[in-house]
């Protein structure tokens, strides 16, 4: 069950879409979602402030104070779109906190993921990705699974989910992460890609399925060949205009151990146009 779900801002204002998904997520279990603002402490503010006093031509003292500020901005509008959204939405069963702490915003933000159960963050705004923006950090050092939202609501309920599976110890974590949400699903679509000629997927994802039967789940297995396409692509438009899915469930796949590399170029190409949540794991 994700009882406790964190939403943390990474510096940004507070995400609707990411609040609508956690509250989705809390909401059967009677769960709290929790949103977390960091304030850059005496420490963070003197960093930042020296290393970009030495490229500008104001004062330490002019940067430290517009950093202060445009914190105190942020948190306000966080604030107040957290307030309001608490106010618009049924909370149901489920609640809702605002947590504000100081330090490391990156530090703090994997300290608190720890004591939860899922995280769900929002997609960062161009120019920022999910490697600058500390999406990455969060999923590889918190220890716990990740739930990223669409730049846009995703109306459809969580209940059809479809798992993008490539044999792997990545997918596999993900996967066993993911059974609270499987565990409530109607639909069950175990879908693989074949990016080369003859490669035999779907005796994996048929091996996946029987599986999760075992846990009295009904999955159905298919398979994608991509034949030259991108199969990115591919799994995109099979979840989400074929299937309907509700939630993407995927792995984390890279061709290096480095964080940088944590989202190769598969896994970047679907968290950056998926219309719909992709749950993720490390």
Known sequence: MFKNVLVP????????????????????????VEFLHVHPDARELARYAGSLDVESSMFTSQIWEAMEEGDK??????????????????LGTASASFRELSGNNRDRTIARARYSDLVVMGRPAA?????????????????????????????RPLTTVVIAWKPGASAARTVAAAMPLLAQAEKIHV?????????????????LAAYLR??????QAGHLS????????MLLEAADDKLKAGVLVMGGYGHSRAREFIFGGF?????HQ?????????
């Open 9 to 32: 801002s990474l510096s940004s204002v507070c995400s609707v879409p990411a609040m609508e998904l956690a509250l989705k997520m809390a909401r059967p279990c009677e769960g709290h």
């Open 73 to 90: 901005q942020c948190a306000a509008r966080s604030r107040k779109i957290f307030d309001a959204f608490c106010t618009e939405r049924k």
């Open 127 to 155: 120019p920022e990705d999910l490697t600058t923006d500390g999406t990455a950090d969060v999923l590889v050092e918190s220890g716990r699974p990740l739930l990223l939202a669409p730049s846009a609501p995703c109306n």
């Open 191 to 207: 879908l693989a890609i074949g990016e080369t000629n003859g490669e035999d997927v779907l005796a994996p994802a048929e091996h």
């Open 214 to 219: 075992q846990h009295g789940l009904k999955p």
């Open 226 to 233: 991509a034949g030259g396409k991108n199969a990115a692509d």
């Open 267 to 271: 896994t970047r190409r679907v968290l």
């Open 274 to 282: 998926a219309p719909l949540p992709v749950f993720m794991s490390h």
